[in-house]
């Protein structure tokens, strides 16, 4: 398999020329991450890897760790399948969220993307407030979001939902109606799936991303299965974040359906996704005005006379609260670390005035 196939740039080849050491060390993609195990794609073939002891000494967070997509500097044992990774070239983008648990860490879902499907099946299940979370992440990410609304031909009201969905994808993002049955909407996928260009699906359990990878790979690649009768919410069939190669070059990352997506850090995210929001706060009178009961708010006028929904500005001011909260978290976090780090030195200090 060629590098270039897979992706590969005059800027990630000077990246990996910089930590380079010696002449037996090769370049790589991570294609599947299992417990610390990663599988990398190389010119070579496919090597099973580890993150060397050094590295894994210096990695302070889950982020400095390699993730599906990311391109590492490894050295090869060809003649056992497996390599050692030493390093993780810089990332072009990344998709990330808050990682389950009490603990404010980044779970990094995808790097090196360039398009992001958001795959939303059009069922009971269509939720406008969790597809505001997916495109905030995605504008964060560094990579440029696509609405994928599945299952169309399942929807009787798909003109009142297509509606709804792009009254919020604002920033001129797309929103494509398909099915994966009929096999309608999928011309429109095509100006994104390009040649070495990166795509990453993602979106909650039973939307249709395993089918869509499938319809789009040509085989039954990925386990297919019903969606529950009850609630219409989907079951987990992919269960590890995997790249595969389309027949047409383009590369594609399928995930794992997320129930659970916290938000980790944003500034320019929540900017794009909100835009009119933010847009209209800055006609406002005052300048740190809340859009409650302030004289002369734009946003509430907005509202007022039905050009913005009241349920826009709820989730705009839900998800501030929410960054704000993770950003407290985060400091203290920082915090405790540079406390860990100074009594690590004075007990080091301390050890050397002893002898």
Known sequence: MKLETMGLTEKVKNDFDKVKTSEDLIIGRVALEHKRLYRVWTEQGELLSEVSGKFSFQAHTREDFPAVGDWVCLKPRFNEGKGTILAVLPRNSKFSRKSAGATAEEQIVAANVDTVFLVNSLNEDLNLRRIERYLLLTWESGANPVIVLSKADLCHDITVKLAEVEAIAYGGVPVIPISSETMNGFEKLEPFLQPGKTIALLGSSGVGKSTLTNRLLGEEKQLVQEIREDDAKGRHTTTHREMIVLPNGSILIDTPGMRELQLWESSEGLTETFSEIEELASQCRFRDCQH??????????????????????????????????????????????????????????????SR
């Open 292 to 353: 409650k009961d302030e004289p002369g708010c734009a946003v509430v006028k907005a509202i007022e006379e039905g050009f913005v929904a009241l349920e826009r500005l709820n989730s705009y001011n839900k998800l501030q609260k929410e960054l704000a909260f993770i950003e407290r978290k985060a400091d203290k976090r920082a915090q405790a670390e540079v406390r860990k780090h100074w009594k690590n030195i004075n007990k080091q200090m301390k050890q050397r005035k």
